[in-house]
């Protein structure tokens, strides 16, 4: 029989490993035929990608404009930067907001604020006051979970291909916060571009069938329920929740089966570019495939697009090209495979870079700074009208001159493409009503 030590191995929640959720009987906030999207892929540019170098150039500008030249794209009247070729011909199937505007220019509250659509609780200025923390705000696909449950089992959210960490600093925003970890996202911690590639836990132990795993699941339940004596704490609770979510990922083929990228063609695998980018993109497919409702894309490791230093060959040689590619093959594969209209598409960081060039104290070459008080994100998919531009900013790219965009509003965006009504109420650990959102749904988008 499979002991609790086995079970706790594959089934202990931990933000490094199976944070899932057990089954829970909520209904769902909205009817069916509101939803627009079965999935989000959210390509999350960690540090902050430079709104002026990709999707708001500004030629007239000498001191802002930079090293790249403006090319015009498939949308007459419309420019990108030309380090995104690709993206500009594909203009006409997207729509860029360029008026997303805050006003925390720190990377682990904004990036809070992004992936959870709602602003950090304040526990003081330090990073080590903001890093993740129970009572930060749920991530999208665990509020989803909770709020309408698979019928499998199957995680709301996953996140590829490694978690944003510096040590041990840990990003907010990456969990269910105070939702609990029951509903913690599947994490991901392997580069999907390496031969090595394989996701830990997903594959039963050599010799164990999903017969024999079912017949040791329900002895394992008679002896549990046997224990009269065992304690009904927080923590017991919750390793039962990680005993069924454990369960219930291995003996279902369809996620294991999304992780498997080696089955995919060599024609397609180059297609999507071999790089860590592309291949996490393409992983996406895979999992939006797999009917995951949340699918989080952080485009490499964490801060990586926070350009202070060495701005432009960063951009040109690392960062950009790779970008570009696969976020526009991912656009064409969702499109051949029909499944662009159940999917939206986001593109976006937790801020913009500054308009002005300069060097950090101390350093010689210049870059670009932290800044949110304008930025751009880019949607696509799920009924998002193409061929359009959202906003605008002033002459160097620092402030919006139109209406403009919060987080907040991005996520109640996320939610009602889900079909959640993101004014929901929900519920903490210990049980106290907490709205979920406070934004407005961007309808402009689908305008």
């Given at each position: ?72 794209t498939k949308v007459p009247g419309l420019h990108f930067s030309e380090m995104m070729p690709m993206m500009a011909d594909r203009a006409d199937r997207l729509t860029v907001v360029r008026s997303m505007s805050h006003t925390d220019n720190r990377h682990l509250s904004g990036s809070h604020n992004t992936l959870t659509g709602s602003v950090q609780p304040f526990r003081g200025d330090s990073n080590q006051d903001k890093s993740l923390n129970r009572g930060d705000w749920p991530c999208y696909g665990a509020a989803v979970e909770s709020l309408r449950p698979p019928s499998d089992g199957s995680p709301g959210h996953v996140t590829i291909p490694v978690p944003l960490n510096e040590g041990a600093l840990i990003w907010p925003g990456q969990h269910a916060g105070f939702l609990g970890s029951k509903y ?264």
């Open positions: 029989m499979m002991d609790r030590r086995e079970v706790l191995q594959v089934g202990c929640s931990s933000f490094f490993g199976l944070g899932l959720s057990g089954l829970m009987q909520r209904r769902a906030i909205a009817a069916a035929e509101e939803v627009k999207a079965k999935s989000v892929v959210l390509v999350f540019l960690s540090g902050g990608g430079s709104h002026i170098d990709t999707f708001d150039p500004k030629p007239e500008a000498a001191e802002t404009k930079g090293e790249f030249e403006p090319i015009a913690d996202p599947f994490q991901v911690n392997s580069d999907p571009n390496e031969e090595s590639f394989a996701v830990r836990g997903l594959r039963l132990t050599e010799g164990l069938s999903v017969g024999r795993l079912d017949r040791r699941w329900q002895l394992l339940n008679s002896a549990i329920e046997r224990e009269q004596h065992l304690d009904t704490s927080h923590d017991t609770r919750q390793f039962g929740d990680n005993q069924e979510a454990a369960f219930s990922l291995l003996t279902s083929s369809k996620l294991g089966q999304a992780f498997q990228i080696e089955q995919e063609s060599a024609e397609v695998r180059e297609r999507y570019g071999r790089s860590r980018m592309g291949q996490t993109l393409l992983l996406a497919r895979r999992l939006v495939e797999a009917d995951v409702p949340v699918v989080q894309c952080n485009m490499g490791h964490v801060q990586i697009w926070d350009t202070h230093v060495n701005h432009f060959p960063r951009l040109k040689n690392d960062l950009l090209p790779p970008l570009d590619q696969g976020v526009s093959v991912l656009l064409d594969d969702l499109t051949e495979r029909g499944l662009i209209d159940q999917t939206l598409v986001i593109v976006v960081g937790e801020f913009g870079r500054t308009p002005t060039i300069s060097p950090l104290a101390g350093q010689t070459v210049p870059g670009r700074h932290h800044w949110a008080p304008a930025y751009s994100a880019v949607f696509a998919g799920a009924g998002v009208r193409g061929g359009q531009v959202i906003g605008a900013t002033d002459d160097i790219g620092a402030y919006p001159i139109t209406t403009s965009y919060h987080p907040n509003d991005l996520g109640a965006t996320v939610y009602h493409c889900l079909g959640i009504d993101p004014h929901s109420v929900v519920h903490d650990r210990l049980g106290r009503p907490i709205p979920l959102n406070k934004g407005k749904v961007m309808d402009v988008l689908f305008g």
